[in-house]
């Protein structure tokens, strides 16, 4: 019994171990985001980041699933909410991920970015080789207008990590739409409707952004 005991210590000890670790590495992984936000072309103010809101990191929400390349898909544009009459990025189908979480069958869709788009998506510089081209991909969920902006977020990845037909996909990571910090800005319609709520990455905005 004593030995029994021992090992389920020992078990719980390495969970939690691993559990931290993790959540360091999100946490570093935020304020290398953070940065980000405040380099280049309508930086934010630094004083501005203190209003950056995100769930507390969870693992659950850390996910194993199967890459699927497609070929031969054309170039076209997202559908954007806007003002300004800007056009949304024009991009390439690049893949699908299929995977489960809460009890549900997710399909998403991955998209590279063929043009820069006029107003800024991802925090991550896309303008890489093609060994390491950084795609996209946009989702809601139902902590839209609750919890977080009501646009949806993105996630962004390197092509390089899903050579292998497998890719963790991180929600932890999930971040806003630059219109999220300024309203004058569109933003993209998420493609991926996800039919579970995604208690995890950025929420919205705690400052009300200006136009």
């Given at each position: ?77 997202l559908g954007v909410k806007n003002k300004t ?127």
């Amino acid at each position: 019994m004593k030995k029994v005991v021992f090992v389920f210590l020992l078990s719980t000890l390495h969970w939690a171990t691993n559990a931290q670790d993790y959540a360091a590495q999100i946490l570093q992984y935020r304020e290398g985001y953070k940065m980000s936000l405040m380099k280049g072309e309508h930086a934010m103010k630094p004083e501005d980041t203190g209003y950056l809101r995100f769930y507390t990191p969870d693992p659950a929400y850390r996910v194993k699933a199967t890459f699927e390349q497609v070929t031969g898909t054309v170039p076209f544009r997202l559908g954007v909410k806007n003002k300004t009459g800007d056009f949304g990025p024009e991009v390439r189908d690049y893949g699908i991920v299929y995977f489960n979480m809460n009890g549900a069958t997710i399909t998403m869709h991955v998209y590279r970015i063929v043009t820069k788009p006029v107003f800024r998506i991802l925090a991550r510089d896309i303008d890489k080789t093609d060994e390491n081209v950084i795609l996209f991909i946009p989702f809601s969920d139902r902590t839209n207008y609750k919890e977080t902006f009501g646009g949806g977020r993105y996630l962004d990845i390197s092509a390089a990590a899903l050579q292998s037909g497998n890719v963790i996909i991180d929600f932890n990571k999930g971040c806003n739409p630059h219109t999220a910090y300024e309203k004058r800005y569109p933003y993209i319609v998420p493609p991926n409707s996800l039919p579970i709520e995604i208690n995890a990455g950025e929420k919205k905005f705690g400052h009300n952004p200006g136009y």
